[in-house]
């Protein structure tokens, strides 16, 4: 969440604004929008740098004027017929090669994670012209740094049947847990309910409202197995994310290590 870099913009050149959306909250949603672009490419950004580099800065520019559609019905009120342009969206944002990045990532493809992000309404005769910076960063500095919706951990659920449950008891134990934990199986003739699935509980406890059933079910977590859950925006994927952060966690134990080795042992 914090340490994993992304590219993010950080500044906005406004030469013409005139929506409704006042220029710093129109800054702030271009600063929100996720970017897709390999930070692994790019070098930060030195403090002070009033000029970015191709090495170190991605310029995106949004200019688009809303009009009236000459074609619309005019009795329609709908303002998809009555206009063009009148919803900007992430999709409008173009990028504007710095020095030789042309030449520097010919393959790239730098543009905004989805296309469809609302970021302004207009009317005819408003207008939105923007220069933008995307520079790398941290989540630690920025949230809009961060590469990750949602980041969690839990133990793996543990649920053991202390013996058998059969007939209308496995199905009323198959509707306490969530969908794929309890299976049941038909063993002469009999409906039987076993363990399908545990990594499916999100430990509901309903089995406990049961008075036939809560002597008859364990629940437990298994202490040295944990379930990480990773959800990017979309800037890198999730696995790359977790590698990255590992390289971060690496780097911060060697160096916790060399400092220890650099402290003289009386």
Same mark, same amino acid.
């Given at each position: 969440?914090?340490?994993?870099?992304?590219?993010?913009?950080?500044?906005?050149?406004?030469? $013409?604004?005139?929506?409704?959306? +006042?220029?710093?909250?129109?800054?702030?949603?271009?600063?929100?929008?996720?970017?897709?672009?390999?930070?692994?490419? &790019?070098?930060?950004? =030195? +403090?002070?740098?009033?000029?970015?580099?191709?090495?170190?800065?991605?310029?995106?520019?949004?200019?688009?004027? !809303?009009?009236? =559609?000459?074609?619309?019905?005019?009795?329609?009120?709908?303002? $998809?017929?009555?206009?063009? =342009?009148?919803?900007?969206?992430?999709? /409008?944002?173009?990028?504007?090669?710095?020095?030789?990045?042309?030449?520097?990532?010919?393959?790239?493809?730098?543009?905004?994670? /989805?296309?469809?992000?609302?970021?302004?309404?207009?009317?005819?005769? +408003?207008?939105?012209?923007?220069?933008?910076? !995307?520079?790398?960063?941290?989540?630690?500095?920025?949230?809009? &740094?961060?590469?990750?919706?949602?980041?969690?951990?839990?133990?793996?659920?543990?649920?053991?049947?202390?013996?058998?449950?059969?007939?209308?008891?496995?199905?009323?134990?198959? *509707? !306490?847990?969530?969908?794929?934990?309890?299976?049941? +199986?038909?063993?002469?003739? #009999? #409906?039987?309910?076993?363990?399908? $699935?545990?990594?499916?509980?999100? &430990?509901?406890?309903?089995?406990?409202? /049961?008075?036939?059933?809560?002597?008859?079910?364990?629940?437990?977590?298994?202490?040295?197995?944990?379930?990480?859950?990773?959800?990017?925006?979309?800037?890198?994927?999730?696995?790359?994310?977790?590698?990255?952060?590992? *390289?971060?966690?690496?780097? *911060? !134990?060697?160096?916790?290590? $060399?400092?220890?080795?650099?402290?003289?042992?009386?």
């Amino acid at each position: 969440l914090p340490e994993v870099p992304t590219m993010a913009v950080e500044k906005v050149f406004v030469y $013409n604004n005139t929506s409704i959306v +006042q220029d710093e909250i129109l800054a702030h949603r271009l600063g929100l929008i996720p970017i897709r672009a390999d930070p692994r490419l &790019f070098e930060y950004r =030195n +403090q002070g740098d009033e000029e970015g580099t191709e090495i170190d800065t991605l310029q995106f520019q949004l200019k688009i004027k !809303c009009s009236r =559609n000459p074609q619309a019905a005019k009795e329609s009120s709908d303002p $998809n017929e009555l206009y063009f =342009n009148h919803k900007v969206y992430s999709k /409008h944002m173009t990028w504007v090669p710095l020095g030789n990045q042309t030449d520097l990532f010919p393959d790239a493809d730098f543009r905004p994670v /989805h296309d469809d992000i609302l970021i302004a309404l207009l009317r005819p005769g +408003q207008e939105i012209d923007v220069l933008m910076h !995307c520079v790398k960063g941290i989540g630690k500095d920025h949230a809009k &740094f961060s590469p990750v919706a949602t980041a969690s951990y839990r133990l793996l659920p543990d649920i053991t049947l202390l013996q058998p449950i059969e007939d209308e008891a496995a199905e009323v134990l198959q *509707k !306490c847990f969530s969908p794929g934990v309890i299976e049941i +199986q038909n063993i002469k003739g #009999k #409906k039987v309910a076993r363990v399908a $699935n545990a990594r499916l509980d999100t &430990f509901s406890r309903e089995v406990f409202r /049961h008075e036939g059933l809560k002597n008859l079910v364990r629940l437990a977590r298994v202490r040295n197995h944990y379930i990480f859950s990773v959800e990017s925006t979309g800037i890198l994927p999730p696995d790359v994310l977790v590698s990255e952060a590992i *390289k971060i966690l690496m780097g *911060k !134990c060697q160096r916790f290590l $060399n400092e220890l080795d650099s402290v003289p042992m009386e």
